[in-house]
T-cell receptor, first 111, second 112 residues
Framework: GNSVTQMEGPVTLSEEAFLTINCTYTATGYPSLFWYVQYPGEGLQLLLKATKADDKGSNKGFEATYRKETTSFHLEKGSVQVSDSAVYFCALYTGGFKTIFGAGTRLFVKA | GAGVSQTPSNKVTEKGKYVELRCDPISGHTALYWYRQSLGQGPEFLIYFQGTGAADDSGLPNDRFFAVRPEGSVSTLKIQRTERGDSAVYLC??????????FGPGTRLTVL
């Protein structure tokens, strides 16, 4: 069945460090892939998405490239800020109106 | 414009009681979803509405859970005979596009 696996957290970084959060997926067909972010005390927000192989989604300095050959959609940011501290969820949508989420990765950024 | 809203933001109830959780989607969004998020986990799909009808309710854990959307806008998730294991954050999302969902802040349900 369809599933998403993302790296376990928490991830703790110093401000301005490089961030990678790994995400791999299993899916039939050609899913759309997403990263959602949940800031403390807030709801889930769409961060970025990619709808086909080799697409790169980007937003707020974050990027992720849809890699069909490795079934991956790793999230990266070149220089994190304290305000990026949140929980990040990788997700996929294969049609049928159901989105499958990973377990989430908590990021702490220290000043 | 206004986003998805959910009420109440917190609900504490006793085991065996009945609860209703409300979701107001983004105006004009025909698709509405309910998810459940347990501590340390990602959202888990419960049910999807397209308009007034439940197009997919395969995620509802058992027959104590029921959801309605009588006029194709506001939706209510109903849980009968609550159990301690029902404690979680219940998320609602709506969508105007097939693959992008916009989430509300959630209702935190605690069953004592």
């Amino acid at each position: 069945g369809n599933s998403v696996t993302q790296m376990e957290g928490p991830v703790t970084l110093s401000e301005e460090a490089f961030l990678t959060i790994n995400c791999t997926y299993t899916a039939t067909g050609y899913p759309s892939l997403f990263w959602y972010v949940q800031y403390p005390g807030e709801g889930l927000q769409l961060l970025l998405k990619a709808t086909k192989a080799d697409d790169k989604g980007s937003n707020k300095g974050f990027e992720a490239t849809y890699r069909k050959e490795t079934t991956s959609f790793h999230l990266e940011k070149g220089s994190v800020q304290v305000s990026d501290s949140a929980v990040y969820f990788c997700a996929l949508y294969t049609g049928g109106f159901k989105t499958i989420f990973g377990a989430g990765t908590r990021l702490f950024v220290k000043a | 414009g206004a986003g998805v809203s959910q009420t109440p933001s917190n609900k504490v109830t006793e085991k065996g009681k009945y609860v209703e959780l409300r979701c107001d989607p983004i105006s004009g969004h025909t698709a509405l979803y309910w998810y459940r998020q347990s501590l340390g986990q990602g959202p888990e799909f419960l049910i999807y509405f397209q308009g007034t009808g439940a197009a997919d309710d395969s995620g509802l854990p058992n027959d104590r859970f029921f959801a309605v959307r009588p006029e194709g806008s506001v939706s209510t998730l109903k849980i009968q005979r609550t159990e301690r294991g029902d404690s979680a954050v219940y998320l609602c999302a709506s969508s105007g596009e097939a693959d992008t969902q916009y989430f509300g802040p959630g209702t935190r349900l605690t069953v004592l």
